[in-house]
């Protein structure tokens, strides 16, 4: 019997992890009698005078926002992370070892606005969140070893508020997930002279098949080791280390690619599509200047919906005990997201 990618279970390996995903496309034939889960309903109102992160609202520790009328960005009211953290003691038992996790932890909301997303907003508009993007980064990289800006967007991945905002944790330490890429990275350029991203970026694009979206300056495909089902990853054209080496043309780009690529993700299943997504770059505060030519920026998407707006991937038992696996070939996937409009449809 002949291998077809598309039906029988294969392994494909992670070179940002060093580790293999098992994809069994055949799996996603089979009929669904799991957990249906539930669609907000309800329309987000424009302004809501209960939500901490409108304009002019009182948010938890008792401070009044002003009145933005673009972005607005506070040290979160419960931060993960605080820069005055006592050390912990030092143990010389291998087993029971702790280290410092000091940093700081801000809110960035995009818009006044709590029923807009990059789908429905303006491109003016998405453009000053990049702007913004840049100087919380410059900023906090100079102090900081790590700067994480991510996003949860939708009930579904844990996000308690429908405002348009994201989060930017910053570091003193090196991160699990950063920290495996920037090994990974470093040991693919010392053996092939090339970053690895790039390069993976050049071969997607000569084959096509996992291609979902691109422009002038920015692609988006679904990784060929991709776990989550519609998982994404967002490449630059042109070899950039950091957020903060992004040029005019590339943040210019990027809110199209925001705006166009996001539409698609909410077209797929009639819904606001959830997700979780972040951005990686080399790592900053005394290395900010450093040149890190194995590093590529780029964001990762991992939205949870596998076969409609209400049923999603759990993460179970095998990939918990075993290792990742994925019941759509990330082939299928990047076809059924490349076919849809880049408008946003309402209805």
Same mark, same amino acid.
């Given at each position: 019997?002949?291998?077809?990618? @598309?039906?029988?279970?294969?392994?494909?390996?992670?070179?940002?992890?060093?580790?293999?995903?098992?994809? =069994?496309?055949?799996?996603?034939?089979?009929?669904?009698?799991?957990?249906?889960?539930?669609?907000?309903? @309800?329309?987000?109102?424009?302004?809501?005078?209960?939500?901490?992160?409108?304009?002019?609202?009182?948010?938890?520790?008792?401070?009044?926002?002003?009145?933005?009328?673009?972005?607005?960005? $506070?040290?979160?009211?419960?931060?993960?992370?605080?820069?005055?953290?006592?050390?912990?003691?030092?143990?010389?038992?291998?087993?029971?070892?702790?280290?410092? @996790?000091?940093?700081?932890?801000?809110?960035?909301?995009?818009?006044?606005?709590?029923?807009?997303?990059?789908?429905?907003?303006?491109?003016?508009?998405?453009?000053?969140?990049?702007?913004?993007?840049?100087?919380?980064?410059?900023?906090?990289?100079?102090?900081?070893?790590?700067?994480?800006?991510?996003e949860n967007r939708g009930d579904m991945m844990g996000c308690s508020n429908p405002h348009p905002h994201c989060q930017i944790w910053s570091s003193e330490f090196f991160p699990n997930e950063p920290r495996i890429k920037h090994e990974n990275l470093k040991a693919y350029h010392e053996k092939y002279?090339?970053?690895?991203?790039?390069?993976?970026?050049?071969?997607?694009?000569?084959?096509?098949?996992?291609?979902?979206?691109?422009?002038?300056?920015?692609?988006?495909?679904?990784?060929?080791?991709?776990?989550?089902? $519609?998982?994404?990853?967002?490449?630059?054209?042109?070899?950039?280390?950091?957020?903060?080496?992004?040029?005019?043309?590339?943040?210019?780009?990027?809110?199209?690619?925001?705006?166009?690529?996001?539409?698609?993700?909410?077209?797929?299943?009639? =819904?606001?599509?959830?997700?979780?997504?972040?951005?990686?770059?080399?790592?900053?505060?005394?290395? $900010?200047?450093?040149?890190?030519?194995?590093?590529?920026?780029?964001?990762?998407?991992?939205?949870?919906?596998?076969?409609?707006a209400t049923v999603k991937k759990f993460k179970a038992a095998y990939e918990l005990l075993a290792q990742d696996q994925r019941d759509i070939s990330p082939e299928l996937a990047a076809l059924r997201l490349r076919e849809q409009p880049t408008t946003r449809i309402t209805k």
């Amino acid at each position: 019997m002949a291998f077809n990618p @598309a039906d029988h279970p294969h392994n494909r390996y992670n070179p940002l992890r060093g580790e293999w995903v098992l994809v =069994c496309p055949h799996r996603g034939k089979r009929p669904w009698a799991g957990q249906i889960e539930k669609v907000r309903e @309800a329309a987000i109102p424009r302004h809501d005078p209960k939500n901490p992160l409108c304009p002019g609202n009182v948010r938890a520790n008792g401070e009044v926002n002003p009145h933005y009328v673009h972005t607005h960005v $506070f040290t979160n009211d419960f931060p993960a992370l605080m820069p005055d953290t006592p050390a912990p003691p030092e143990s010389d038992d291998p087993l029971f070892q702790m280290q410092p @996790a000091r940093g700081t932890c801000k809110v960035m909301c995009y818009h006044p606005h709590s029923d807009l997303h990059y789908a429905n907003m303006e491109l003016s508009d998405i453009h000053l969140v990049i702007e913004e993007w840049l100087r919380q980064y410059q900023e906090l990289g100079r102090k900081f070893l790590w700067v994480q800006i991510m996003e949860n967007r939708g009930d579904m991945m844990g996000c308690s508020n429908p405002h348009p905002h994201c989060q930017i944790w910053s570091s003193e330490f090196f991160p699990n997930e950063p920290r495996i890429k920037h090994e990974n990275l470093k040991a693919y350029h010392e053996k092939y002279k090339k970053p690895l991203l790039q390069d993976y970026l050049e071969k997607e694009l000569n084959r096509g098949e996992r291609i979902v979206y691109q422009n002038k300056e920015w692609v988006v495909l679904v990784p060929f080791w991709a776990f989550w089902p $519609f998982e994404t990853m967002v490449l630059p054209r042109r070899q950039t280390q950091r957020m903060s080496d992004l040029d005019e043309e590339q943040k210019k780009h990027l809110a199209v690619m925001l705006k166009e690529f996001t539409s698609k993700y909410d077209n797929l299943f009639d =819904c606001a599509f959830p997700y979780s997504m972040g951005f990686h770059g080399a790592p900053t505060g005394e290395q $900010f200047e450093v040149d890190m030519p194995f590093w590529t920026l780029h964001a990762v998407y991992y939205p949870p919906l596998l076969r409609s707006a209400t049923v999603k991937k759990f993460k179970a038992a095998y990939e918990l005990l075993a290792q990742d696996q994925r019941d759509i070939s990330p082939e299928l996937a990047a076809l059924r997201l490349r076919e849809q409009p880049t408008t946003r449809i309402t209805k």
